[in-house]
């Protein structure tokens, strides 16, 4: 083995650490999809190299923290292209995600925006999703707005189409910000809703909603809805989501144009984003290691490890 002298320029840290840019970028890209106590063994496996868990952790925290989130909000050229164009149809969705913390559960939005190829088989409606942007953050609203807002500007000329579960903040920002965009409620959230109301002595009574909120027939669920024997406060909490968002249920239209009216790209996005790392058995977060942890997972969800190998490079 050759030592190299601690005065040496190769010996020098990189950002804090004694361990090679190569080293450290193996450690993170472990350390965001294990916890951080599995990835030396993973490395000694791998690599023939002894780590301890500190320098898995302080490698990912010491680039996280250098990670711009303005940076990370940029779109892909693919996405920048798309949303330039007033012939490109592109696809929004907005949610929050729940991780528990020092401080208990908080929420983290998770934005997801999207092109699509749909395609018609077996008369069942499926599309191919393609070239997946996504910005989460934890916090005010406000400061996940701004960097979604970066990454699908509010002036792109493209048809923008949101897809949503009918939040009234989330609603609220789109109609200021994305005046011309599409707002659909998701088919499926509603659905849920009406099965919470359904009549047990009545076993086709959801699928007739089904098949009339597909027709743009809110009004006749409205009416079946008066019509079920639940407690008035109940009922009249449905039928008041339901007429406040009826202006975002035309189905029928929608279908007909091809564009989603579910939200399960979303739902999905919560999953390998955030929660296939950050929801295990037992785990809480620190307030800093939980954000850090978001951005990393978020660059590398949108091809930017090039940013990560880059901090590592200028720092070495």
């Known amino acids: 083995m050759i030592e190299v002298n601690k005065k040496h320029e ?58 711009d989130e303005q940076v990370l909000a940029e779109p ?5 292209k798309a949303a330039s164009q007033e012939s490109a149809q592109v696809y929004a969705m907005v949610d929050g995600s729940m991780l528990l913390t020092d401080d208990g559960w908080q929420e983290t939005k998770v934005g997801r925006v999207f092109m699509a190829e749909h395609d018609i088989d077996n008369e069942a409606d499926k599309w191919k999703i393609k070239s997946s942007n996504y910005v989460a953050r934890r916090g005010h609203y406000t400061e996940f707005t701004t960097r979604f807002e970066r990454m699908l500007p509010p002036s792109s000329p493209c048809t923008k189409v949101f897809v949503t579960d009918g939040a ?5 920002w789109i109609a200021q910000q994305y005046g011309d965009a599409v707002h659909i409620l998701d088919f499926f959230h509603v659905c849920e809703k009406l099965a919470a109301v359904a009549p047990k002595e009545d076993s086709i009574w959801l699928d007739k909603q089904k098949t009339a909120l597909l027709d743009s027939n809110v009004e006749g669920v409205i009416a079946a809805v008066k019509m079920t024997r639940r407690p008035a406060e109940e009922i009249q909490a449905l039928v008041n989501y339901l007429e406040n968002h009826k202006h975002q249920m035309d189905y029928r239209y929608y279908r007909q144009q091809r ?7 979303i739902e999905s996005a919560h999953r390998t984003v955030l929660q296939v790392r950050m929801k295990r058995s037992g785990q809480r977060w620190a ?16 091809g930017r490890r090039t940013l990560i190998r880059e901090l590592l490079k200028n720092a070495a």
């Not at 294990?34 to 302080?58: F, T």
């Open 10 to 67: 190769f010996s020098k840290p990189v950002l804090g650490q004694r361990t090679s840019p190569f080293l450290q970028e193996k450690l993170i890209e472990l350390g965001c999809e294990e916890v951080y106590g599995d990835v030396p063994e993973r490395i000694s496996s791998l690599l023939g190299i002894e780590v301890n868990q500190c320098q898995v952790y302080r490698s990912c925290q010491n680039v996280a923290e250098r990670l």
């Open 76 to 80: 892909s050229e693919d996405l920048s």
């Open 168 to 172: 009234v903040w989330i609603g609220q």
């Open 259 to 265: 564009w989603m009216i579910g939200s399960g790209a």
């Open 287 to 302: 307030d800093a290691g939980c954000d850090n942890m978001i951005k990393l997972r978020v660059a590398y969800k949108n």
